[in-house]
């Protein structure tokens, strides 16, 4: 059995907090998974998708289990053996779920940086067996689990209700940006994203097919979901989070404290926010401090402007009227 050995990822005792602090929301825990993965490109099946997610999650489990993440290297296998029923396609589909795996093996994976000729390079998956080993080349192996270019989690719950494979893509892709609350990308970089096809190219029908049916099914299951706006071929994906009252505290403390800051820095007293701060949603935070600092920026370089303070608060109350 090939053995490597490799330090998983940058800063790995924080997201082992965070994987502490999910998994006990969570029955099957939450996956992280690096932001190459979550941009993996073309048209992958919800069979595929759940595949990648099982490996994904055995994968990190010895890292989840360290209480010394920053001690020595983790010593992984190349040969990775899961549990059949993992991979949530039920005892009597084990023909299917072998025509997934084998497909697996053939199938070119490409990340915006890296190209694998497939995700796997074997499996092994005896008749009657409770088990079965994913074969994975060490190369990919690393890239999985490399998290210096950045990361993100989501519900491994949620991940295997979704139904339709757009919408698990562009599940993960709002969990990326949760944080700061949407994102805006060209129409043509979402069909790269997701494989779409000829059939794709009227924006009409990424809303009727993509975007209609993802945003219905996400609300539906009401943990992270999004509204959209599609204007000129750029789409604009506004990002809503159930968030438990805990998440909700710490949000508003970590945007508090970043708000303090940046007023402090430009001479300007947190008073101005009196009014405002407190009317904010939670989910609405991390988009207000990104409007705050468009404002700064913006202040920094008018030297007409007789009370800086007044326009401030002005534009930041118009934009949360806005909401």
């Not at 099957?28 to 048209?43: C, E, K, P, S, Y």
Request: charged fraction near 20%; include cysteine; hydrophobic fraction near 40%.
């Amino acid at each position: 059995m090939r053995q490597i050995r490799l330090f998983c990822v940058r800063n790995i005792g924080t997201h082992i907090q965070e994987f502490g602090r999910i998994e006990a929301q969570d029955s099957r825990g939450d996956i992280l998974q690096t932001n190459g993965v979550t941009n993996l490109q073309g048209d992958w099946t919800i069979s595929h998708l759940r595949v990648l997610i099982t490996l994904l999650s055995q994968l990190q489990r010895p890292i989840k289990n360290r209480l010394n993440p920053a001690s020595r290297p983790i010593e992984l296998s190349t040969d990775i053996t899961i549990p059949a029923k993992d991979f949530g396609m039920g005892p009597s589909n084990g023909m299917r779920l072998r025509e997934v795996l084998t497909e697996l093996t053939q199938k070119p994976v490409r990340f915006p940086d890296h190209h694998f000729k497939a995700l796997l390079s074997g499996y092994s998956y005896p008749s009657r067996s409770a088990t079965i080993t994913l074969q994975l080349d060490k190369s990919l192996l690393a890239y999985l689990l490399d998290c210096s270019g950045g990361y993100t989690y989501y519900s491994a719950d949620i991940a295997f209700q979704i139904k339709r494979k757009h919408t698990l893509r562009l599940y993960w892709l709002i969990c990326s940006w949760r944080s700061r609350g949407g994102l805006t990308l060209p129409l043509d970089q979402l069909r790269t994203l997701l494989g779409l096809g000829p059939a794709y190219d009227r924006p009409d029908n990424i809303v009727t097919h993509v975007l209609t049916p993802a945003k219905a099914e996400l609300e539906a299951l009401g943990h992270t979901w999004f509204d959209y706006r599609l204007a000129d071929d750029i789409l604009t994906l506004k990002i809503h989070y159930n968030m438990t009252e805990e998440e909700k505290q710490q949000l508003s403390r970590d945007a508090w404290d970043q708000c303090f800051k940046l007023l402090t820095a430009a001479g300007l007293s947190f008073r101005l926010l009196d009014d405002i701060f407190p009317r904010i949603r939670p989910e609405d935070l991390p988009s207000f401090v990104q409007k705050l600092q468009s404002i700064l920026l913006n202040l920094s370089a008018r030297h007409d402007l007789r009370n800086p303070a007044a326009y401030l608060h002005k534009s930041l109350a118009s934009w949360l009227d806005s909401l």
